[in-house]
């Protein structure tokens, strides 16, 4: 009865983690304990100076992350008193890796190993394994995650108009807000909010 426990119990959290992954990474703070998941992330380096990033899952486009950064940076801006923000030092890191995905398995199971009884006695059943028995071939993909990031500084009164680093916050913020995907369930991670405005 314990082991039927554990075993419905780690199907379960296969496919939490599964679902977790069939969507774009949503504008959310990076959480420690998840970082595969993405979301945003923001250092303080001086007054008026910090550098923010924001990394995707393999669903989340490079334009979708670089989006985002700019509205964590407008964020971060109104939160703190200032009115425009400047990205210096930009860049948009992109990492590649090569999936190897089996192919339909030829019997009616998923697990990855198991044994049967037949005519000979027990056998074991590997899908990794050539054989009758075992997965023929496997389909080779490309997986990109993106993540982007950027120094942020902090400015206030009118932007530079001489200056295409340079962005109002607040235009920002409502021009990009209803592209915005938040997640579903509406959590705010605490300890990870802007920083309240300097006291005058």
């Not at 504008?27 to 995707?56: K, N």
């Not at 400047?86 to 990492?95: A, E, P, Q, W, Y």
């Not at 050539?130 to 071939?137: C, D, H, K, L, V």
């Amino acid at each position: 009865m314990r082991l039927k426990t554990l075993a419905l119990a780690a199907g379960l959290a296969l496919a939490a983690g599964l679902s977790a992954c069939t969507t774009a990474t949503p504008y959310q703070p990076l959480l420690t304990e998840s970082p595969g998941l993405g979301g945003y992330s923001d250092v303080r380096i001086e007054p008026g100076r910090y550098r923010v990033s924001f990394s995707g899952n393999s669903l989340t486009s490079r334009e979708t992350v670089e989006l985002y950064l700019a509205y964590r940076a407008a964020e971060l801006a109104l939160a703190n008193g200032y009115d425009t923000f400047t990205l210096v030092s930009r860049d948009t890191d992109r990492k590649t890796t090569l999936r190897m995905d089996p192919g339909p398995a030829p019997l009616p199971y998923w697990n990855p190993y198991w044994r049967y009884y037949g005519p000979y006695g027990w056998r074991t059943y590997d899908p990794w394994m050539e054989g009758p028995y075992g997965r023929q071939s496997l389909e080779a993909s490309t997986v990109e995650k993106f993540t982007a990031s950027a120094e942020v500084i902090l400015g206030r009164g009118p932007k530079r108009a001489d200056d295409p680093q340079a962005f109002d916050a607040r235009a920002v913020v409502e021009n990009l807000g209803p592209r915005i995907q938040r997640p579903e369930d509406g959590r705010v991670q605490p300890g990870v909010s802007p920083s309240p405005a300097p006291k005058s």
